[in-house]
């Protein structure tokens, strides 16, 4: 078994176990939490020489029974005092706690204090102290109030509690669960953000976990709050303890109202309703950004880009909130190593161009807000699968065309700019069906009303990373031999309708099973796909993109599963827009790589309206004859076995046979083979099928 060395943000997956090379030492303080860790490392170096000596670990690196088995016989064993901040009660860590308890049984000088690492109570883990309920309290305030002047009083309680020392301390001071935030001020309020502020700008507030002001780790957040305004933002930062705090959404609250924010910046995990309550009521979009707990080349090297910890804390279960899902902005790294406690202290650092993304996305969802109805462009985006020209708004269980039709209605009502509308469903396939589609028959000859200048084309092609350049010139050669390539131009498939755009979305490719290829991890777009994307976003310059209806083809193209980076192609061609998906409610699986991965906001619609299957053409003609059998019975022999063989004869020319015998393990009688047919007949008859689509709106 290989030894491994410790990771920010605890073990990974990997063969062999964890050895954190620490020393026995009088303490041992493990959680799950660096920076808690790092807050007491630092206190640490200013305690006197001859303080007993301490380590600090973080225990997700040794959650491997082998790798905590190594770390208590080279420390704990040697030790006198182990505390322990566990999140996530018993069963998170069961092996841990029995291996503590033993060492705790095995000598009267062992002190043993068990913690929850969050603000709930734990009678299970209080009763597995060795110490008085009073002493294990003190100490989980010390850690859970954080600041540099508790970890102080912490390791002086230690002292003066475990080794005689006669040193004072003090009670744990509280810190406000939830507070305005400012780098320079200590104190500050709302009017000190205020002064910075442009009028123009429209507010954003940011939520972080009080933790990270407890222990110091805001450089991250200060670096981040300018980029925020860099992009016509004004932040508001707030430090809260939970979302479910009723004291903090109090405190948010009041605050979106009086300054009329527009929208959160969220970085804390979970979900926050109780009782399928949410927890926000300002009503205001909640953009959802990670701060991940592994490190950036962890990430970048990563297939799926987070972690199950993180895909759990910060995507699946925001998700139930309706929060929006953005990018990781920030990631763990070592920022240095502390002798006195043997641990590297790990703090988090932004990633700069995920946050730019991030603060852009955040800024286009807020002028959606501020920009008047009639000065927006939104552009909807049918499906087409597999790409003929039957299949233009092909959407699982909804009528797309008619759909569409209800969304311009709608727009229209709202004052955006349409003119020129379909009067029917019908009517807007045919006018896309009389300009260039994704049909190779027609693609040459077809009239087409918006295509992109190669050389502007090609410049946004140039400002993609220089491994996606290359990796579509290898595939699909030079833009000029793309289909949709025209005179020196690329075509763009579909019609504007005043200020509002409806198109087809393009293919992932061509001359190839594009059905086969719809979903492939691999294949990445051609010139014409990246060409109409950039169109919509740079020359049309729409404020947001409707895909309509189960589904397009964009969120499965190559790339992180989750928190992309910017070589992936969702990333590069989508960028930070503003994305409505409505989809079909039974399907939430695939509708989560939309909203994982193009930051959609999912807005789910019915499944067709359920009836009878009823039996049709041969199976209408079986049903018949075996009626007419069971009415012959007992009256007509001759009749009877001639109802018989006609219904066997047909029964077999329509392969029902064969569906009944698949089911039976011993051969049947002709007698138990009409029993099964007339139940085959009858279960297909009243089957639930859908019945018709489903029209949105």
């Known amino acids: 078994m290989h030894l491994l060395s410790a990771k920010p943000g605890g073990f990974v997956d990997e063969e062999g176990i964890i050895d954190l090379e620490q020393t026995p030492a009088n303490v041992v303080i493990l959680s799950a939490a660096d920076t808690t860790l790092g807050l007491l490392a630092r206190t640490l170096e200013s305690l006197p020489e001859d303080y007993p000596s301490v380590r600090l670990a ?294 700069a161009e995920r946050a730019i993304f991030v603060a852009k996305l955040a800024y286009n969802t807020c002028k959606l807000s501020q920009k008047p109805n009639a000065e ?17 708004g092909n959407g699982v269980g909804l009528d797309t065309p008619a759909s569409t039709l209800q969304f311009l209605h709608a727009l229209k009502t709202a004052q955006y700019p349409i003119a020129n509308c379909p009067s029917t469903g019908n009517e807007l396939i045919e006018r896309l069906q009389e300009t260039v589609t994704n049909s190779l028959e027609t693609v040459f000859t077809s009239a087409c009303w918006q295509s992109i200048d190669l050389n502007t084309y090609q410049h946004y092609f140039a400002q993609m990373p220089e491994q996606n350049q290359q990796a579509v010139l290898t595939r699909w050669g030079k833009p000029n031999t793309d289909p949709k390539h025209r005179h020196g131009r690329m075509m763009i498939a579909g019609l504007r309708l005043g200020e509002v755009f409806v198109g087809i979305q393009p293919a992932r490719g061509f001359n190839m099973d594009l059905n086969a290829n719809y979903h492939d991890p691999d294949l990445v777009p051609p010139h014409s796909y990246l060409a109409y994307y950039f169109w919509l976003r740079h020359e049309y310059q729409i404020d947001a993109i409707i895909h309509l209806g189960k589904h397009g083809n964009l969120e499965w193209l190559p790339g992180k599963g989750v928190a992309l980076s910017e070589q992936c192609w969702p990333d590069i061609i989508f960028g930070p827009t503003p994305h409505f998906y409505p989809f079909i409610v039974n399907d939430p699986g695939e509708g989560a790589q939309a909203k994982r991965r193009i930051q959609a906001v ?42 018989r063989d006609a ?51």
């Open 58 to 351: 973080n225990f997700l690196n040794l959650t491997k029974p082998a790798a905590l088995d190594l770390y208590t016989d080279k420390v704990i064993n040697q030790s006198n005092v182990v505390i322990l901040s566990l999140l996530g009660g018993a069963s998170y860590w069961p092996y841990g706690l029995e291996q503590l308890t033993t060492w705790a049984e095995q000598s009267s000088s062992h002190h043993l204090i068990i913690i929850p690492g969050d603000d709930q109570p734990d009678p299970e883990l209080t009763m597995l102290n060795t110490e008085p309920a009073a002493v294990s309290q003190r100490i989980w305030r010390y850690l859970r109030e954080g600041t540099a002047y508790n970890a102080a009083q912490l390791f002086h309680f230690i002292a003066a509690a475990f080794f005689a020392n006669s040193t004072t301390w003090s009670e744990p001071k509280q810190l406000p669960r939830t507070q305005i935030y400012h780098p320079t001020q200590k104190e500050p309020t709302l009017n000190d953000w205020q002064q910075q502020w442009h009028s123009d700008n429209a507010v954003v507030i940011v939520l972080f976990y009080r933790t990270h002001l407890q222990t110091g780790n805001t450089q991250m957040l200060d670096e981040w709050l300018p980029l925020l305004a860099a992009e016509k933002l004004n932040p508001l930062p707030i430090a809260i303890s939970s979302l479910k705090d009723k004291e903090c959404t109090t405190l948010i609250e009041d605050l979106a109202r009086r300054t009329q924010a527009q929208i959160i910046l969220n970085t804390t995990g979970f979900s926050a309703q109780h009782n399928d309550i949410p927890a926000l009521s300002c009503n205001i979009p909640v953009l959802q950004v990670i701060m991940a707990s592994s490190t950036e080349q962890d990430w970048q090297q990563h297939a799926t880009g987070l972690r199950a910890r993180d895909i759990a804390m910060h995507i699946a279960l925001p998700e139930l909130d309706g929060r929006i899902i953005t990018r990781a902005i920030s990631f763990k790294t070592s920022l240095e190593y502390k002798k006195r406690s043997q641990i590297d202290v790990i703090q988090y650092q932004l990633q």
């Open 602 to 643: 999912i807005i789910d619609h019915l499944m067709p309206p359920m009836a009878r299957a009823e039996t049709y053409g041969e199976l209408t003609e079986l049903e018949g004859l075996v009626d007419e059998y069971y009415q012959a019975m007992g009256m007509d022999e001759r009749r009877e076995e001639h109802l």
């Open 376 to 392: 927006k462009r939104i552009a909807i985006i049918l499906a087409n699968y597999p790409t003929k020209d039957g299949r233009i």
């Open 647 to 697: 219904i066997l004869t047909q029964a077999k020319q329509c392969h029902v046979l064969d569906d009944i015998h698949s089911t039976q393990q011993n051969p049947l009688t002709n007698e138990e083979l009409l029993e099964q047919l007339d139940t085959y007949l009858c279960d297909i008859k009243e089957a639930q099928i859908r019945q018709g689509l489903h029209t949105l709106g």
